[in-house]
Structure formats: C-alpha cells, structure tokens
C-alpha cells in the first residue's frame, strides 16, 4: 500500500452522522498511525499486535459501517506521540493539504487522541476528527436495539463527552444525532455543560437500574423456560448473524458490516434427534475496544455467561483470523470461559471463500477433531455437522422426565408443549395426561415443586 492511497470506498447511506445535510454522504479520510516499537498489548488493546496495514483496513471497515465514503487511508508512521497533536507539524500540515484535495470534511484516526489533541487537530485541518473511541460509539448510537443498549450507548456517549470537555473550548456541541458525534454546535457554557451532562449522566444511571432490574427479572422467567441456550461469539463480521439466520431461520440483520449486532437475539432452534435449544446472537468483539466500553454492553455478554453452550464463530478467510481468534478467547477467559471448556465449540466459518488448497489444509487439520467444524453459513455446507454437535454437546443440560398433569391443571400440558419437549403422551382413562418431556435438570425440579405445592394445596 503506497503511504498515501486515496483510493475512493463507498458506503450505503445511513440515517444519522455518515450523511451531509444534502443527503450525500460525508467524505472521510481515514489514518492510521504507526508508532515506532508500538506495544503488543495495552490494557485497552488486548491480545496479539497488528500490523499497521491490518488496522487501516479494520478502521476503514468501522468507517464503512457508519455510511462514510472514504476519500482517502493512509498509514502515517510515527516516532513517538506529539502531546499537542499527536502526528509531527509536518504530517499534519501533509494530511492537512490531503483533506483540502479531497473535499473531506471528517477525519478518522485509528488511535486514542486527548481533548487537546483532538480540538488541535480539528483547528488545523478544518474538519471533524473522531477518534478510534469516537468512531466505535458511533457504530454503537446508530446499531442499539433494545431499550438497555440505547441507554448504554448514550451513557458511554456522555462520559466519553464529558473527558472531551477542556477549559479552551467554550461551548459544547450538543444536538448530534442522537448518540451520534457529527451534528453541529451548540450554545451552553463549559460550566453549565459540565452540571447539564452530570444530571443526564445521572437520569441515564438511574434508568439503567431500572431496565436491568427488569431485563433480570425477564431473565428469571426465562430460566423457567427449559431449553439450554446456545449463545454465538466471535469477531465483527466473523458471519454470526447470517449462522444464526441459518440456525433458526430468523429474519435477523447480517449486513456485511462490523457490529451489525448490538443487543442479544433470542430464537428457538430445532436439531435433528428432535432436541431444542435457544439460540442467542450477541455484539462482536474486535480489537483495541476500550474496557468500558465492553462493560456498557454487558448485557449481551452476560447471554453467554449464563449459556450452556458457547459457539465461537471463526472467518476462515480472514487472513487475521488467528490473532482475531486469541481477542475473542481472551475476553471470554475473562468471563471464565476457556477453550478448553466442553462447552464450546470452535465453529470454522466462510469455507466457501477459501481457495481449494485452503480449504482442504483446514479440513485436515480439524480431522475428527471434537468440538470443531468447518462450515458455510451462507451456502448451509457443514450446518448438519455443526447441528449434530450441539445436539451432543448439550445432551448432558438435559433430563427426560414424566409427569402426570391432572384434569384440573390440563392447562400445564399445553405448557410443557411450548416449553419442553415432548418425548410422549398418554391420556389416562382418569382425565389425567401423563408427559414424558425432555428439560434442563433445573426446570424440571421447578415444575415437580409446583406440582407438589398444588398437591398439597388441593389435599
């Protein structure tokens, strides 16, 4: 890649910030610097380094997902930080004169700036910058679903706002677009601004408590529902969502973009020997992504803690898959969840993208390997393999067990045909039903101890 590339990209689109008030989208240059003897891991940046090259195109991808065109990228090699500007006067003055060619009016930088370095930058270049946090929060404001992520997207907004307010800047820029960074100015003073985004860091806080009180006590209830759940992980854009479509057969958004998902998808799934399993479709992980930002999304992460299954999706093609994979592993060891586990399985997706001689290599090498599966999502190569093996792997959550539903509760029968599954049927000559059903060891004992309590209750 020459260090300057202004090959143009292209995006659909969008709603929010990756448009102009004309409707067309706006034109971005995107920048990765490449600090000299760059650390392997940061406490932000876990797992293996990346090579300069590799994070550019990861950056544009980001880009991309919020509807920019892409004007220009570049790497832009760097000795050590600059504490005003991060980049040396001269490479400033360079992109400065890239911009103006290129009609650009947003800057992404790959790399954490300060608020002094961002508002610098913004000063010298004529044009919005948003940085490596900024850009992942934008993806994050136009991608939240459910009522939770849009509160911890907006909550994540507020405080990453909050570090950007410095003494030399005089108004806050409010009204973005929602959770978005790229709307116009606004006219409140930096001490006000201070009090107004505490009081709404506050109310969002205390929102939040009270939608997690309630997603807890849903949680709850679905615990009752005796189905193990099968939750999906892995990189952006590994092709969860489209497995997931495949799985269930769910109309859920598997757009070819980073962080299509933001918020857990739940649907039931059948397997061949007639079991079932709910399925959770969760956000991807991916590289240099802030802690606190994973934490504002731990409502997706706590699908798979409390999962009795975890398929780990792998891009076969990507050429980073490893160093992807070794993200995702770490994370999920963070969550107490190691490979290891005989409760995960490596699933190998988009053989179809391979060449032949990949393709065979891979084949090979997971052999009758247990636990692993190569697959195609979106040709449906490999999803029998892949169906039978959580079938195995989940057959342990599992009791058969056989209950006798009186007359008097024959609703309880229609119940277990919802939630469990039904192994058998007799109708007693009493008017009784006697269900053979097959659920999770914890649902069955509930429903026992109900069936005792109203027992007790009618004697």
């Given at each position: 890649m020459?260090e ?12 929010f ?16 610097p490449d600090?000299?003897?760059?650390p392997?891991a940061?406490?932000?940046?876990q797992?293996?380094?990346?090579t300069a ?12 997902a919020?509807d ?14 600059v504490?005003?500007t991060?980049?040396?006067s ?5 992109i400065?004169?890239?911009i ?7 800057v992404?930088?790959?790399?954490a700036?300060?608020p ?11 044009a919005k910058v ?7 929060l934008?993806?994050?404001g136009?991608?939240a679903?459910?009522k939770?992520?849009t509160?911890?997207?907006?909550l ?5 706002q909050?570090g ?10 409010r ?7 790229m ?9 006000a601004?201070?009090r107004?985004l505490?009081d709404k ?8 408590d ?12 679905r ?11 892995g990189y952006?854009?590994?092709?969860k969502s ?6 269930t ?9 980073l962080?299509a ?6 649907r ?6 007639g079991?079932?399993a ?9 590289s240099d992504l802030?802690?606190?930002l ?15 299954l ?8 990507d ?10 592993r770490?994370?999920l060891?963070d ?15 988009k ?19 247990e636990?692993?599966v ?5 040709t449906?190569?490999?999803m ?8 195995r ?10 209950f ?15 939630h469990?599954?039904v ?9 009784a ?17 109900r ?9």
């Open positions: 020459t300057f590339d202004t090959t143009p990209g292209t995006a659909k689109q969008g709603r910030g990756g448009v102009d008030r004309r409707g067309k989208p706006t034109r971005a240059i995107v920048i990765a600090i000299s003897r760059r392997a940061t406490p932000d940046a797992g293996p380094s990346r090259d590799e994070r550019l195109s990861e950056a544009v991808g980001l880009a991309l919020i920019l065109e892409i004007a220009a990228q570049f790497v832009v090699p760097l000795a050590k930080p504490p005003a991060l980049l040396g001269g490479k400033v003055d360079e400065a004169g890239v103006a060619a290129e009609k650009a009016g947003l992404v930088v790959d790399h700036l300060t002094v370095q961002q508002r610098n930058l913004e000063k010298a270049w004529n948003l940085d490596r946090t900024g850009l992942i934008e993806i994050f136009r991608r679903r459910t939770e992520g509160l911890q997207v907006e994540a907004h507020l405080n990453y909050r950007r307010l410095v003494r030399s800047w005089t108004h806050l820029e009204q973005r677009g929602g959770a978005g960074f709307g116009g100015p606004g006219e409140t003073q930096i001490e601004d201070r107004i505490r860091i506050k109310r969002l806080e205390n929102e939040l009270q939608v997690r009180r309630t997603r807890t006590l849903h949680r709850s209830k615990q009752k529902v005796p189905l193990p759940v099968v939750a999906l992980v952006t854009n590994a092709g489209t497995l997931f479509n495949r799985l057969g769910a109309d859920v958004m598997a757009e070819n973009m962080f998902t933001l918020d857990p998808t739940l039931r799934v059948g397997l061949p020997g079991t079932e709910i399925l959770s479709d969760t956000v991807g992980f991916i802030p802690t606190h994973v934490a504002a999304f731990r409502a997706t992460l706590e699908e798979v803690e409390e999962a009795d975890v398929i780990h999706v792998h891009d076969a093609a050429p980073q898959a490893g160093a992807q994979a070794e993200d995702v770490t994370v060891a969550m107490g969840v190691t490979p290891d586990d005989d409760h995960v399985i490596e699933a190998h997706n053989i179809d993208a391979l060449g032949p001689a990949e393709r065979d290599a891979l084949v090979r090498r997971l052999g009758d390997t636990g692993e190569a697959l195609s999502a979106l449906g190569e490999g029998d393999a892949l169906k039978a093996l959580i079938e792997k989940i057959a342990g959550a599992l009791v058969t067990r056989r006798v539903v009186p007359a008097a509760n024959y609703e309880d029968v229609a119940w277990l045909y919802d469990a599954i192994r058998d049927r007799d109708d007693l000559d009493s008017g039903v006697a269900v053979t059903v097959q659920m999770t060891r914890e649902a069955a004992d509930g429903y026992a101890r069936q005792q309590q109203r027992e007790r209750q009618a004697g």
